[in-house]
C-alpha cells in the first residue's frame, strides 16, 4: 500500500462491510467455478468481475489461462481464436487501468500475445498511453521490450523511442537506462550508422550534456554519462603491471636462517626453509586462465609446464589480478654469488630478473630468537640507516611491459577526458552540485591512468585536486562522506606508495635483532593516515612487514596479493568481524598478527558474511570441517574466526580491545593456533 | 530520535489477522501467506513470536500446499513460488521445516527452472529473478541446492546486470532495488558474488539515500520504508552499507510509526499495513537498533534461524536430511 494518508482509527464503516461482502461472494464463486473446472460464459464473467475489482487475484488469472485452453481446445476458426483472445485482452487492460503496476496482468497479456493472433500495433498505441501517463513504469518498458521483439522491430527504431522520450524529459531514468542497453547491443554488432564507436560516443556525450547542464541536480544524466566514461576508459587486453621478484631486480635467496651483512638490499632478498621462492605477477585487471601454456617462465631449475599457477583471490571465481607460483632452487652450498637468469613472458608483457642463492648454515648472524616478541612501538623502528637502494615501486622506466599495441584510439580517449574535464570544471565554477564533483574526480583520475599507461608520458597527475574534491564532498554531502573517504584514500595510498621518494620516508628499519622468518627487517609504516580502505598494491608485492595501525579500515581487500607478510599490524581500526579478515587465509607466510582494538564481536549484523566463505553460501566443500577445532559450545561464536585461523601458523597475536576477547575466546585461541608463542604479548604455554 | 514502539506494532501485527471483514482484507486474501511471514518474521525480530499459535499457524501453512508440492497465498488459492518461499520461512522461523516432505517441495520448485536457467514464477510461465532468488534461497533453507542446476541459475542472474551495476527482472529490464536484492541475494546463496562490482552497485545504492534520509528504489523516485530492507541488505551482503548515513534513515523509518496504533507505513503520516510494518523493523534490525533480534541479510530471517539451519546440526553432514514427513 503506498501513499494513502493515514486516517484516525475507526470502527469498520458499513459501506466498506458491504463492498467487502459483495466481494467475498464473488470469490466465493470465482472459486466454485475453479474447483469445479467450469469455464462456461457466465462463468468467466465472474472471474472477470473479479479481476476487474482485485487485479491482484492471481488464481483468476490462471483460471482465465485454463478457459482459454480449454475453450480453444477444438476451434480451428481464426476469428473465433481471435475474439476470445480479444476478451482477454479487453479484461486486462481493464485491470491496469486500475493497477498498472499489476504483474499478473501485464503476464498474461504476454501469453495472449504469444499466441500470434493479436495486433501488435495496438500494443503499441496501448502503450503509448500508459508510457505517457507514468513514464517510468518498469513494467511497461519492459513490455514495450517485449513486443519490439515480437514485431522485430529494429533496434534504431527503439533508440529513436528513447530520444524521444529524453528529450521530453530528461529526467527519465528508464529511457537513459534502455538507451545504454540498446546502444551497447548496436556498437557491439557494429551496426551500419553506429561506427565508428567514437563517433557514436561523442554525440552520446553531447546528448547528455544537454540534459546534465539543464537540470545539475537530476540523477538521471550523471549516471549515463558515467556509463559513457566507463565506456570510454574501458581497459583492453589485460596487461601485466608489476611482479615479484621485480623487473630488473637482483634477489637473493637465503634458506634456513638470516642474511648476512653482506647483502646490500633488504627489498629484495627473501629466506626460505622451502626450497622454494614466490613469482608473483599482478594485472591491470582481474584475468583468469593463467598456466603454463599463458605463461612462459624461463628458469635453469624449473619446466615451465611443471608450475602451477594460482589466483590469488578469496572467492571461487578462478580470476584475480595477483597470481602466484613457486620457483625452486636447488638445495647447494652456492657462495658464488653467482646469479640466475629468471624471464617471464604473459601476452604481450614480459618481465626478467635474477636469482643468486646463499645457504647460511651458522647460527643466525646478528639476529635475535625466533620466539622473540615483535614490538609495534616507534622506538622499535629505525630511519638512520640509509636505504641504499629504492623499493621496487612500478613505473615507467621499469617498464615490464612490452608496448602494447598501438591503440588508434587513444589520442580520442584523452582528448575527450580532456573535453570533459574542461567542461565540467568550468560548470562547477558557476554552481555546487556534489555529483558534478564526483564526476569531475573520477574524470580526473581516469585522466591520470591514462597518461600512466603511455610511456613516457610527463605531464603531471592530477592526485591533489582529487583529493581535494574528496575532501569537498565530504562537507557537502554528509550523508554519503564514507562514500568520499573510501575513494579518497584509494588516492592517498596511491600517492603515497606510487613514487619512490614517497614510499622511502613510510619505509623503516625494524629493530636491531629480529626472527629469522624476518629476513627482510623493513617496515612500511603507513599507520595514522586516517585510512579508510586499501590498495595500490602493485608496488607493495616485496613487502614483508606492514603497520597500518591507527587507520579506520573496515575492510583489508586485496591483501592476498601481498604473499610476502610476515608480520602485520592491523591494531586500531574499524575491522567488525573476523569475516572481514578473509584475505588473511591466503597469506601463508604470516606469523605476527595484530589485530587488537577493532570492533570485532561489537555489531549484531556482520556486513561481510556473505564475503567470506562458509556453508551459508555454499562456499566451502567438503574441506569444511571445523568441529575438529571448536566443541559444541564455541562452534555458533566462533566459527568465523575457526575458519581463518586453522589455517596460520602464527606465534605472536594480538586480540585485546574487541567486544569478543574473553577468557573463553581466548582459550579457544590457543586450541586453535597450536604455534602461537605470544598472546596479547604474554607467553603461551 | 524517536523510540521503537514495539508493544504497538506487535499488537498491530496480531489485530490485522484478526481483521476479516472490511473490504482491504478481502483484497488482500490471496497473499496471506506472504503477510504471514511477513507478521510472524517481524513478532521474531521484536522478541514477541511466543504470543502466537505455533500449531495453528503451522497446520494453517500447510493446508496451503498442493498436490504439486507448492503452496498457494490462501487455502484453495493457486501454488505459485512467492508463497512456497514464504511457507519455507514461516515454517523456519517455528523450527518446523521437519512437517515438509522436502523431496516433494525441492521437485516443485527444480521443476519450474527453465532451459537457461531462469526461472519460472509458476506453470503458467512469467520468468522474474525474483524467481530465480525464490529458488535459490528456498533449495538453500531445505539444503536441495543440488536439485537445480546452480551455475544456469547464476549465469541467468547475471545476465539481467546492467550498466549501472544493478539487476532488473529479466535481461536489459532497469535496475530496481527490490530486484536488486534478489539478485545479489541468489548470488550471495550461491557464493557468487563476485559478479558483481561492488563499488558500482554500492554507489548506486547509496544514492537511494535522499535528503529526508529515507531510501527510494530507484533515481528520482519518492523515499519509502520498505527499501529499507531492499537497498540495506543489499549494501550489506556487498559490504557496502557504511556508505549511507545509517542513523538518518533510522529517524525516517521511525517517523512513519503510527505511534498511537502501532505498524508502519510507506511514508511518514501515511496509512500503514503489515508489508511496511515489516520492512521498516526489519531495516531497522539491519541498522543494529537496540533490543531488536539480528536479521540475516541473504535469506530475509533472523540470524539466530539461519545459524540453527546452516551450523546447527554440524555434526551431521549438512546435506543430511531429517526423514520425510507429511503432516495435513
Ligand atoms: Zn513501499
Request: with cysteine; glycine share 6%; hydrophobic share 40%.
Given at each position: 500500500m503506498?501513499?494513502?494518508?493515514r486516517?484516525?482509527?475507526?470502527?469498520?464503516?458499513?459501506?466498506?462491510?458491504?463492498?467487502?461482502?459483495?466481494?467475498?461472494?464473488?470469490?466465493?464463486?470465482?472459486?466454485?467455478?475453479?474447483?469445479?473446472?467450469?469455464?462456461?460464459?457466465?462463468?468467466?464473467?465472474?472471474?472477470?468481475?473479479?479481476?476487474?475489482?482485485?487485479?491482484?487475484?492471481?488464481?483468476?488469472w490462471?483460471?482465465?489461462?485454463?478457459?482459454v485452453?480449454?475453450?480453444?481446445?477444438?476451434?480451428?476458426?481464426?476469428?473465433?481464436?481471435?475474439?476470445?483472445?480479444?476478451e482477454?485482452?479487453?479484461?486486462v487492460?481493464?485491470?491496469?487501468?486500475?493497477?498498472?503496476?499489476?504483474?499478473?496482468?501485464w503476464?498474461?497479456?504476454?501469453?495472449?500475445?504469444?499466441?500470434?493472433?493479436?495486433?501488435?500495433?495496438?500494443?503499441?498505441?496501448?502503450?503509448?498511453?500508459?508510457?505517457?501517463?507514468?513514464?517510468?513504469?518498469?513494467?511497461?518498458?519492459?513490455?514495450?521490450r517485449?513486443?519490439?521483439?515480437?514485431?522485430?522491430m529494429?533496434?534504431?527504431?527503439?533508440?529513436k523511442?528513447?530520444?524521444?522520450?529524453?528529450?521530453?524529459?530528461?529526467?527519465?531514468?528508464?529511457?537513459?537506462?534502455?538507451?545504454?542497453?540498446?546502444?551497447?547491443?548496436?556498437?557491439?554488432?557494429?551496426?551500419?550508422?553506429?561506427?565508428?564507436?567514437?563517433?557514436?560516443?561523442?554525440?552520446?556525450?553531447?546528448?547528455?550534456?544537454?540534459?546534465?547542464?539543464?537540470?545539475?541536480?537530476?540523477?538521471?544524466g550523471?549516471?549515463?554519462?558515467?556509463?559513457?566514461?566507463?565506456?570510454?576508459?574501458?581497459?583492453?587486453?589485460?596487461?601485466?603491471v608489476?611482479?615479484?621478484?621485480?623487473?630488473?631486480?637482483?634477489?637473493?635467496?637465503?634458506?634456513?636462517?638470516?642474511?648476512?651483512?653482506?647483502?646490500?638490499?633488504?627489498?629484495?632478498?627473501?629466506?626460505?626453509?622451502?626450497?622454494?621462492?614466490?613469482?608473483i605477477?599482478?594485472?591491470?585487471?582481474?584475468?583468469?586462465?593463467?598456466?603454463?601454456?599463458?605463461?612462459?617462465?624461463?628458469?635453469?631449475f624449473?619446466k615451465?609446464?611443471?608450475?602451477?599457477?594460482?589466483?590469488?583471490?578469496?572467492?571461487?571465481?578462478?580470476?584475480?589480478?595477483?597470481?602466484?607460483?613457486?620457483?625452486?632452487?636447488?638445495?647447494?652450498?652456492?657462495?658464488?654469488?653467482?646469479?640466475?637468469?629468471?624471464?617471464?613472458?604473459?601476452?604481450?608483457?614480459?618481465?626478467?630478473?635474477?636469482?643468486?642463492?646463499?645457504?647460511?648454515?651458522?647460527?643466525?648472524?646478528?639476529g635475535g630468537?625466533?620466539?622473540?616478541?615483535?614490538?609495534?612501538?616507534?622506538?622499535s623502528?629505525?630511519?638512520?640507516?640509509?636505504?641504499?637502494?629504492s623499493?621496487?615501486?612500478?613505473s615507467?622506466?621499469?617498464?615490464?611491459?612490452?608496448?602494447?599495441?598501438?591503440?588508434?584510439?587513444?589520442?580520442w580517449?584523452?582528448?575527450?577526458?580532456?573535453n570533459?574535464?574542461?567542461?565540467?570544471?568550468?560548470?562547477?565554477?558557476?554552481?555546487?552540485?556534489?555529483?558534478?564533483?564526483?564526476?569531475?574526480?573520477?574524470?580526473?583520475?581516469?585522466?591520470?591512468?591514462?597518461?600512466?599507461?603511455?610511456?613516457?608520458?610527463?605531464?603531471?597527475?592530477?592526485?591533489?585536486?582529487?583529493?581535494?574534491?574528496?575532501?569537498?564532498?565530504?562537507?557537502l554531502?554528509?550523508?554519503?562522506?564514507?562514500?568520499?573517504?573510501?575513494?579518497?584514500?584509494?588516492?592517498?595510498?596511491?600517492?603515497?606508495?606510487?613514487?619512490?621518494?614517497?614510499?622511502?620516508?613510510?619505509?623503516?628499519?625494524?629493530?636491531?635483532?629480529?626472527p629469522?622468518?624476518?629476513c627482510n627487517?623493513?617496515?612500511?609504516?603507513?599507520?595514522?593516515?586516517?585510512?579508510?580502505?586499501?590498495?595500490?598494491?602493485?608496488?607493495?608485492?616485496?613487502?614483508?612487514?606492514?603497520?597500518l595501525?591507527?587507520?579506520e579500515?573496515?575492510?583489508?581487500?586485496?591483501?592476498?596479493?601481498?604473499q610476502?607478510?610476515?608480520?602485520?599490524?592491523?591494531?586500531?581500526?574499524?575491522?567488525?568481524?573476523?569475516?572481514?579478515?578473509?584475505?588473511?587465509?591466503?597469506l601463508?607466510?604470516?606469523?605476527?598478527?595484530?589485530?587488537?582494538?577493532?570492533?570485532?564481536?561489537?555489531?549484531?549484523?556482520?556486513?561481510?558474511?556473505?564475503?567470506?566463505s562458509?556453508?551459508?553460501?555454499?562456499?566451502?566443500?567438503d574441506?569444511?570441517?571445523?568441529?575438529?577445532?571448536?566443541?559444541?559450545?564455541?562452534?555458533?561464536?566462533?566459527?568465523?574466526?575457526?575458519?581463518?585461523?586453522?589455517?596460520?601458523?602464527?606465534?605472536?597475536?594480538?586480540?585485546v580491545?574487541?567486544?569478543i576477547?574473553?577468557?573463553k575466546?581466548?582459550l579457544?585461541?590457543?586450541?586453535?593456533?597450536?604455534?602461537l608463542?605470544?598472546?596479547?604479548?604474554?607467553r603461551?604455554? | 530520535?524517536?523510540?521503537l514502539?514495539?508493544?504497538?506494532h506487535?499488537?498491530?501485527?496480531?489485530?490485522?489477522?484478526?481483521?476479516?471483514?472490511?473490504?482491504?482484507?478481502?483484497?488482500?486474501?490471496?497473499?496471506?501467506?506472504?503477510?504471514?511471514?511477513?507478521?510472524?518474521?517481524?513478532?521474531d525480530?521484536?522478541?514477541?513470536?511466543?504470543?502466537?499459535?505455533k500449531?495453528?499457524?503451522?497446520?494453517?501453512?500447510?493446508?496451503?500446499?498442493?498436490?504439486?508440492?507448492?503452496?498457494?497465498?490462501?487455502?484453495?488459492?493457486?501454488?505459485?513460488?512467492?508463497y512456497?518461499?514464504?511457507?519455507?520461512?514461516?515454517?523456519?522461523?517455528?523450527?518446523?521445516?521437519d512437517?515438509?516432505?522436502?523431496?516433494?517441495?525441492?521437485?516443485?520448485?527444480?521443476?519450474?527452472?527453465?532451459?537457461?536457467?531462469?526461472?519460472?514464477?509458476?506453470?503458467?510461465?512469467e520468468?522474474?529473478?525474483?524467481?530465480?532468488?525464490?529458488?535459490?534461497?528456498?533449495?538453500?533453507?531445505?539444503?536441495?541446492?543440488?536439485?537445480?542446476?546452480?551455475?544456469?541459475?547464476?549465469?541467468?542472474?547475471v545476465?539481467?546486470?546492467?550498466?549501472?551495476?544493478?539487476?532488473g527482472?529479466?535481461?536489459g529490464?532497469?535496475?530496481?532495488?527490490?530486484?536488486i536484492?534478489?539478485?545479489?541475494?541468489?548470488?550471495?546463496?550461491?557464493?557468487?558474488?563476485?559478479?558483481?562490482?561492488?563499488?558500482?552497485?554500492?554507489w548506486?545504492?547509496?544514492?537511494?539515500?535522499?535528503?529526508?534520509?529515507?531510501?527510494?528504489?530507484?533515481?528520482?523516485?519518492?523515499?519509502?520504508?520498505?527499501?529499507?530492507?531492499?537497498?540495506?541488505?543489499?549494501?550489506?551482503?556487498?559490504?557496502?552499507?557504511?556508505?549511507?548515513?545509517?542513523?538518518?534513515?533510522?529517524?525516517?523509518?521511525?517517523d512513519?510509526?503510527d505511534?498511537?496504533?502501532?505498524?508502519?507505513?510507506?511514508?511518514?503520516?501515511?496509512?500503514?499495513?503489515?508489508?511496511?510494518?515489516?520492512?521498516?523493523?526489519?531495516?531497522?534490525?539491519?541498522?543494529?537498533?537496540?533490543?531488536?533480534?539480528?536479521?540475516?541479510?541473504?535469506?530475509?530471517l533472523?540470524?539466530?534461524?539461519?545459524?540453527?539451519i546452516?551450523f546447527?546440526?554440524?555434526?551431521?553432514?549438512?546435506?543430511?536430511?531429517?526423514?520425510?514427513?507429511?503432516?495435513?
Amino acid at each position: 500500500m503506498h501513499g494513502r494518508p493515514r486516517k484516525p482509527q475507526k470502527p469498520v464503516d458499513d459501506a466498506s462491510i458491504a463492498k467487502a461482502a459483495k466481494l467475498r461472494v464473488l470469490q466465493a464463486q470465482f472459486f466454485q467455478n475453479h474447483h469445479d473446472k467450469i469455464y462456461a460464459k457466465e462463468a468467466l464473467e465472474i472471474s472477470a468481475k473479479l479481476l476487474e475489482t482485485n487485479p491482484e487475484a492471481y488464481t483468476a488469472w490462471n483460471y482465465r489461462k485454463l478457459a482459454v485452453e480449454h475453450n480453444l481446445r477444438s476451434e480451428t476458426d481464426p476469428d473465433a481464436i481471435k475474439a476470445v483472445l480479444d476478451e482477454e485482452l479487453r479484461v486486462v487492460e481493464s485491470a491496469l487501468r486500475r493497477n498498472f503496476k499489476c504483474y499478473g496482468a501485464w503476464h498474461h497479456r504476454k501469453w495472449v500475445l504469444n499466441k500470434g493472433y493479436s495486433s501488435v500495433d495496438h500494443e503499441f498505441r496501448l502503450l503509448d498511453q500508459f508510457q505517457k501517463a507514468d513514464s517510468r513504469n518498469f513494467h511497461a518498458w519492459s513490455y514495450r521490450r517485449f513486443v519490439a521483439a515480437l514485431k522485430n522491430m529494429s533496434e534504431e527504431e527503439e533508440l529513436k523511442y528513447t530520444t524521444d522520450m529524453i528529450e521530453t524529459n530528461f529526467s527519465n531514468y528508464s529511457a537513459w537506462h534502455n538507451r545504454s542497453v540498446l546502444l551497447s547491443h548496436l556498437l557491439k554488432q557494429k551496426i551500419e550508422g553506429f561506427t565508428p564507436r567514437e563517433k557514436v560516443l561523442t554525440e552520446e556525450y553531447e546528448l547528455v550534456h544537454q540534459a546534465l547542464f539543464t537540470d545539475p541536480d537530476d540523477q538521471s544524466g550523471w549516471f549515463y554519462h558515467f556509463w559513457l566514461l566507463d565506456q570510454t576508459v574501458t581497459p583492453g587486453a589485460p596487461v601485466l603491471v608489476s611482479s615479484w621478484p621485480a623487473h630488473g631486480s637482483d634477489l637473493f635467496v637465503s634458506f634456513k636462517g638470516n642474511l648476512d651483512g653482506g647483502v646490500s638490499s633488504s627489498f629484495t632478498s627473501f629466506c626460505s626453509d622451502k626450497g622454494a621462492f614466490p613469482l608473483i605477477i599482478y594485472f591491470n585487471q582481474s584475468v583468469g586462465g593463467i598456466n603454463s601454456s599463458t605463461v612462459t617462465v624461463k628458469h635453469l631449475f624449473d619446466k615451465n609446464e611443471d608450475l602451477i599457477w594460482v589466483p590469488l583471490a578469496t572467492n571461487n571465481s578462478g580470476n584475480a589480478q595477483a597470481w602466484v607460483t613457486f620457483l625452486r632452487f636447488p638445495d647447494v652450498k652456492d657462495d658464488s654469488l653467482k646469479a640466475y637468469p629468471v624471464e617471464v613472458k604473459v601476452g604481450h608483457s614480459q618481465c626478467a630478473f635474477t636469482v643468486s642463492l646463499r645457504s647460511i648454515d651458522s647460527k643466525h648472524g646478528e639476529g635475535g630468537s625466533d620466539m622473540e616478541m615483535i614490538v609495534w612501538k616507534d622506538d622499535s623502528f629505525h630511519a638512520s640507516e640509509p636505504l641504499l637502494l629504492s623499493p621496487p615501486v612500478v613505473s615507467l622506466d621499469q617498464a615490464t611491459t612490452n608496448k602494447e599495441p598501438e591503440q588508434i584510439d587513444s589520442r580520442w580517449h584523452e582528448e575527450t577526458l580532456a573535453n570533459e574535464i574542461a567542461l565540467f570544471q568550468e560548470l562547477l565554477s558557476e554552481i555546487n552540485c556534489k555529483i558534478g564533483k564526483l564526476t569531475l574526480a573520477r574524470l580526473l583520475r581516469a585522466h591520470d591512468k591514462m597518461i600512466y599507461k603511455m610511456p613516457f608520458a610527463d605531464e603531471k597527475t592530477h592526485s591533489k585536486e582529487v583529493l581535494d574534491l574528496f575532501s569537498d564532498l565530504m562537507k557537502l554531502d554528509p550523508s554519503h562522506s564514507r562514500y568520499y573517504k573510501d575513494e579518497h584514500s584509494l588516492v592517498l595510498m596511491e600517492q603515497v606508495v606510487s613514487n619512490r621518494e614517497s614510499l622511502l620516508t613510510y619505509c623503516w628499519k625494524y629493530g636491531e635483532a629480529h626472527p629469522s622468518y624476518l629476513c627482510n627487517p623493513i617496515c612500511l609504516r603507513l599507520s595514522k593516515l586516517s585510512l579508510s580502505r586499501i590498495g595500490s598494491f602493485e608496488n607493495l608485492l616485496w613487502v614483508q612487514m606492514l603497520d597500518l595501525s591507527h587507520n579506520e579500515l573496515w575492510s583489508i581487500e586485496g591483501l592476498e596479493a601481498m604473499q610476502l607478510l610476515s608480520c602485520l599490524n592491523l591494531s586500531n581500526n574499524k575491522l567488525r568481524s573476523f569475516t572481514a579478515l578473509e584475505p588473511l587465509k591466503l597469506l601463508k607466510s604470516l606469523k605476527v598478527l595484530n589485530i587488537s582494538y577493532n570492533e570485532i564481536g561489537a555489531h549484531s549484523i556482520d556486513t561481510s558474511r556473505y564475503l567470506f566463505s562458509s556453508p551459508l553460501s555454499h562456499t566451502v566443500g567438503d574441506d569444511w570441517n571445523i568441529d575438529a577445532y571448536v566443541t559444541d559450545g564455541v562452534k555458533m561464536n566462533y566459527w568465523e574466526a575457526a575458519v581463518i585461523f586453522k589455517g596460520l601458523y602464527l606465534t605472536q597475536l594480538d586480540v585485546v580491545g574487541n567486544a569478543i576477547v574473553d577468557e573463553k575466546f581466548n582459550l579457544f585461541l590457543t586450541h586453535i593456533l597450536p604455534s602461537l608463542v605470544w598472546l596479547d604479548g604474554d607467553r603461551v604455554y | 530520535m524517536e523510540k521503537l514502539e514495539v508493544e504497538k506494532h506487535a499488537q498491530y501485527i496480531l489485530s490485522v489477522e484478526k481483521r476479516k471483514d472490511d473490504f482491504e482484507s478481502v483484497v488482500m486474501e490471496h497473499l496471506r501467506m506472504n503477510g504471514a511471514y511477513w507478521g510472524l518474521t517481524t513478532l521474531d525480530l521484536l522478541g514477541k513470536l511466543e504470543i502466537v499459535d505455533k500449531d495453528e499457524v503451522v497446520s494453517w501453512v500447510m493446508s496451503c500446499q498442493h498436490e504439486s508440492g507448492g503452496f498457494g497465498g490462501n487455502v484453495g488459492h493457486d501454488p505459485h513460488i512467492l508463497y512456497t518461499l514464504s511457507a519455507v520461512q514461516v515454517l523456519a522461523l517455528f523450527d518446523k521445516l521437519d512437517v515438509l516432505d522436502i523431496d516433494k517441495l525441492s521437485n516443485y520448485i527444480a521443476s519450474l527452472q527453465n532451459e537457461d536457467g531462469s526461472f519460472s514464477g509458476d506453470m503458467w510461465g512469467e520468468v522474474d529473478t525474483r524467481f530465480s532468488y525464490i529458488a535459490i534461497c528456498c533449495l538453500s533453507l531445505l539444503h536441495r541446492l543440488d536439485k537445480i542446476n546452480v551455475e544456469k541459475a547464476v549465469n541467468y542472474v547475471v545476465s539481467c546486470k546492467n550498466l549501472d551495476g544493478g539487476f532488473g527482472s529479466i535481461p536489459g529490464g532497469e535496475s530496481h532495488a527490490g530486484q536488486i536484492f534478489c539478485c545479489v541475494g541468489a548470488l550471495a546463496i550461491t557464493g557468487s558474488l563476485h559478479h558483481v562490482d561492488k563499488d558500482l552497485l554500492g554507489w548506486w545504492l547509496c544514492e537511494r539515500q535522499v535528503k529526508s534520509g529515507g531510501l527510494n528504489g530507484r533515481p528520482e523516485k519518492l523515499p519509502d520504508v520498505c527499501y529499507s530492507w531492499w537497498v540495506l541488505s543489499s549494501l550489506i551482503m556487498i559490504d557496502r552499507v557504511h556508505w549511507i548515513d545509517k542513523e538518518k534513515l533510522a529517524r525516517f523509518i521511525l517517523d512513519c510509526q503510527d505511534k498511537e496504533n502501532g505498524g508502519i507505513s510507506d511514508r511518514p503520516d501515511d496509512a500503514v499495513d503489515v508489508f511496511h510494518t515489516y520492512f521498516g523493523v526489519a531495516g531497522l534490525s539491519l541498522l543494529e537498533y537496540p533490543g531488536l533480534k539480528a536479521i540475516d541479510p541473504a535469506y530475509a530471517l533472523p540470524v539466530h534461524v539461519v545459524n540453527r539451519i546452516f551450523f546447527g546440526q554440524m555434526k551431521t553432514c549438512p546435506t543430511q536430511q531429517s526423514s520425510p514427513r507429511l503432516q495435513h
